[in-house]
């Protein structure tokens, strides 16, 4: 395999500086000045670290010859950027495509038309780091500052180091897309990598699909028992209504494992709250007084108010299935090692498990079992037909 030169460092050093776009006059220029191009690498960056409410505080974007930094605090009007998203004409370049889809599908109902990520396209050519950082150190000979990757992207205004980290996001994106859609294409699998694209173009915005209450999703919830839970409940509801308030994140308002202690100790008053592991005195004295009326809310509901928790049934043993499973892993790992690939990109488990439910016995019938792709089919598709019939 032949491994693509690196730029050299330099390479860095010679980028135009980015263009801060914050004003609606500004970025009509960067709308009239970008036409139609063949190429534009985005990226977004939101602020769920820092905020309960959150949203795509800075929009970055870079075509082969120019690096803009949007505002869409003071440019209020984004709507041509739909029109560049989706035009079949336009390839759109991510890393790592699938949150950012989402969120410029939530706030804006942006969709991309045509895509290609780099993250993906590193995974189909077996690169051991597929971090932005590690692939543009190796192929660019770019590193790239880590001190803002905690940044509070809300913040105005924004610092020069944190707008020249978020433009480096997509600065060098055209030129790693162009070395590993090349790798990809010596490889044979630009199709297989095209075919993952397809299925990003439909990723929508979807927000939670937990039927459960949110408290319950909490680590170690379920733990407690009666009126603890109800406990909880009021302590959790607090804290979220808290955050929403002051537009903090969750964690900055009180840390999960100390909502899950107050829960389980349900202290009455301000000194045992003291107690609570994690609890500090500024907590105390601001906030006490709430805390402990939530857990007098949660004392106070009635039993027919604790949740009960059915116990699911473990499904009966299946031996034919468990040993056509084992095979079809046996199978998948020689053909991810033949083609050196890591197992989980080139079949992940919970396929495997749908092809030991279905039992395909034709190519056709493998290729309508849910979550397989054509390219694997093409790949290992006999081998994984062959060791499901054994």
């Known amino acids: 395999m032949t491994t693509p030169e690196k ?18 006059g500004a970025f009509d220029s960067l709308v009239r000045e970008l036409g139609t191009p063949p190429l534009l690498a985005v990226d977004t960056e939101a602020a769920s670290f820092h905020r309960y409410h959150d949203r795509v505080y800075l929009l970055q974007l870079s075509t082969r010859e120019l690096t803009a930094v949007v505002d869409p605090l003071t440019v209020t009007d984004l709507t041509p950027l739909a029109r560049l998203l989706g035009e079949p004409a336009v390839e759109v370049v991510f890393h790592d495509a699938d949150y950012d889809l989402r969120i410029l599908d939530r706030d804006y109902g942006f969709r991309a038309a045509r895509l290609f990520d780099t993250r993906i396209a590193a995974q189909f050519v077996n690169e051991p780091g597929i971090g932005l950082a590690a692939l543009l150190e190796k192929y660019l000979g770019v590193r790239l500052d880590k001190k803002f990757q905690r940044a509070d992207w809300s913040i105005r205004p924004l610092s020069q180091g944190m707008l020249d980290y978020a433009a480096a996001d997509t600065r060098y994106l055209p030129q790693l897309r162009d070395i590993l859609r090349a790798r990809l294409d010596e490889l044979g699998r630009l199709e297989w990598a095209e075919e993952e694209f397809e299925l990003l173009e439909r ?6 699909t937990t039927p459960e209450e949110a408290y319950l999703r909490l680590k170690g919830a379920k733990t407690l028992r009666g009126r603890s839970l109800l406990v909880l409940r009021e302590v959790y509801n ?30 009455r008053t301000l000194e045992t709250l003291r107690g609570i592991p994690g609890m500090t005195p500024d907590q105390v004295n601001r ?21 009960v928790f059915e116990r699911g049934r473990r499904p009966a043993p299946d031996p034919a299935f468990d040993a056509r499973l084992e095979r079809l892993k046996a199978a998948r790992n020689a053909a991810a090692e033949r083609l050196a690939l890591a197992p989980g990109v080139l079949c992940p488990n919970g396929t495997l498990e749908a092809i030991a439910r279905v039992e395909p016995k034709t190519p056709e019938q493998l290729r309508g079992v849910d979550g397989v792709r054509r390219w694997q089919v093409e790949a290992l598709g006999k081998d994984l037909l062959t060791a499901s019939a054994a």
Do not use: H, Q, Y
């Not at 730029?7 to 609606?24: E, I, M, N």
């Not at 308030?245 to 308002?253: C, L, P, S, V």
């Open 287 to 307: 906030r006490g007084a709430e805390i402990l009326a939530a857990v007098e809310r949660g004392l106070a509901l009635p039993d027919s108010e604790i949740p």
């Open 238 to 267: 607090w804290r979220e209504d808290a955050a929403g308030r002051a537009d903090r994140a969750t964690f900055r308002i009180m840390n999960p494992e100390t909502v899950l202690a107050i829960g389980k100790a349900a202290p």
């Open 203 to 208: 990723v929508r915005w979807t927000g939670s």
């Open 7 to 24: 730029v050299s460092p330099g390479f860095a050093a010679t980028a135009a500086p980015a263009r801060l776009v914050d004003t609606p």
